[in-house]
């Protein structure tokens, strides 16, 4: 098969892809985006949908004002895809609840916490066992205390991704369901990419396929360090009251989401492309949730899923023009982090085709050579 040329195909059918799609088309760009599985079928369609700045790798530095720019954008990102598709993508402000067991998790958690009361527009402090309980009742007895965040915020990952595709749409934005296999080159310029039945023609392309974009080093000869970190989430119901905010300790989470059900992760398991879900990581999932909240021990598990992160090997996202090449560009890494990172992934890669340059805040420090190239 080959289609029509196009301005910019875009490699992996992700939330980096359908949100830099939405925004190129709606610049004017004729925007084809490749997907090998269909819409949201991977981490984009499956993640948990929190989205705070305060916490993860690369803060405060370096990538604090890149954090921030995100979130706010999710703000004004939600308005304007519901006005564009009439999709809820579920945006709302969500406190956090991050509880310490023993001292020293509580001392770790209060000089954790020194640099982000200076963060304007959040408010984050210490509260004991008592005040932690009144804020979320449900939480356990046992706590020490913990760190209340008020307010990051949240999405629904799946509406968030229907809505940046439909948005997409409106402006011609069109997703081919076709795997790539490869690039077409004439010298320095990326002309096409190879498909499993054909090739399809591009004026610029964008390698977008999340935990995958590391198999595209072979493509393009250049070393992009990105490889899979499975998580889980389980989805349960209970007869308890919904929680009133997400509660969290260490890598695990727990909440009450829009479809009322309770959802818990999560794990980190290097289990290369094996997006399958198993019994060691349910059991793990459920230890630390009703350790979290005893209470919930009636909650009927309904669903498991797995899915893969893309993990660079500093854990920050890469997005880039691809050095040797005059039209290869990439955005991948998002972690534990890509649906909050999304909406400046994104930004970054329309301001790098458009204008040659990022202008969103931060977005120096994703670019591809702070990895030392490999020979
Ligand atoms: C359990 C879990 C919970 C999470 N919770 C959160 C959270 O609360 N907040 C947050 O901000 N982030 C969260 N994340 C992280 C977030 O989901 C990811 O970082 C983000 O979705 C990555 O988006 P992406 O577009 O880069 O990649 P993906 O969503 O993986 O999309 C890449 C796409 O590329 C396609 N593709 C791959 N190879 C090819 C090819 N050769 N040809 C065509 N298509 C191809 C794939 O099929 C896939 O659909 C979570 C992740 C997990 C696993």
């Known amino acids: 098969m080959t289609t029509g040329s196009r ?4 490699v992996g059918g992700g939330i980096v892809a359908c949100l830099s799609g939405y925004l190129l088309g709606r610049r004017g760009y004729k925007v084809t985006i490749l997907e090998a599985d269909s819409l949201g079928s991977h981490a984009s369609g499956f993640a948990f949908g929190g989205l705070d700045p305060l916490t993860g790798v690369g803060l405060p530095e370096p990538l ?6 995100c979130y706010g954008r999710h703000r004004s990102l939600a308005r304007e895809l519901h006005e564009a598709t009439g999709i809820d993508v579920g945006f709302e402000l969500r406190d956090r609840l991050n509880l310490a067991f023993t001292d020293d998790d509580a001392r770790a958690a209060k000089q954790g916490i020194e640099w982000m009361k200076d963060i304007g527009g959040f408010n984050v402090e210490w509260v004991d066992n008592s005040q932690a309980r009144e804020i979320e009742p ?15 915020a949240a999405v629904e990952p799946y509406r ?30 990326c002309t096409g990419v190879t498909l499993e039945n ?9 390698l977008a396929m999340g935990p995958w974009t590391g198999l595209a080093s072979e493509w393009c000869g250049v070393d992009i360090p990105v490889t899979p970190l499975k998580g889980q989430i389980l989805r349960m119901r209970t007869s308890h009251d919904p929680l009133k905010l997400s509660v969290n300790y260490q890598h695990s989470y727990v909440a009450t989401k829009s479809d009322g059900l309770i959802w818990a992760g999560t794990t980190e398991e290097e289990t ?13 999932i459920m230890a630390d949730f009703l350790k979290m909240i005893p209470g919930m021990s009636d909650a009927e598990l309904l669903q498991q899923t797995a899915c893969l992160r893309p993990m660079s090997a500093d854990g920050m996202p890469i997005v880039d023009k691809i050095d040797g090449w005059d039209n290869l560009y990439v955005a991948t890494g998002g972690g534990r982090k890509g649906i909050l990172w999304s909406t400046g992934m994104a930004h970054t890669i329309l301001d790098l ?11 120096e420090h994703l670019k591809l050579d702070r990895f030392p190239a490999k020979v």
Do not use: C
């Not at 301005?7 to 875009?10: A, E, K, P, Y």
């Not at 085709?353 to 977005?363: E, F, L, P, R, T």
């Open 198 to 206: 054909g090739s399809i023609d591009a004026g610029i392309v964008v």
């Open 160 to 189: 968030f991704i229907l809505a940046a595709m439909r948005a997409g749409e409106r402006y011609h934005v069109e997703m081919l369901q076709r795997r790539a296999t490869g690039l077409i080159s004439d010298g320095d310029r």
């Open 353 to 363: 085709i458009a204008d040659g340059k990022a202008d969103v805040s931060g977005a």
């Open 64 to 69: 604090l004002d890149f954090s921030l720019w």
């Open 138 to 152: 449900q939480v356990s007895g046992e706590i020490t205390g913990g760190v209340y965040a008020q307010s990051p």
């Open 7 to 10: 301005d910019v195909v875009i």
């Open 272 to 284: 290369g492309f094996d997006d399958s879900p198993n019994s060691a990581a349910r059991d793990s």
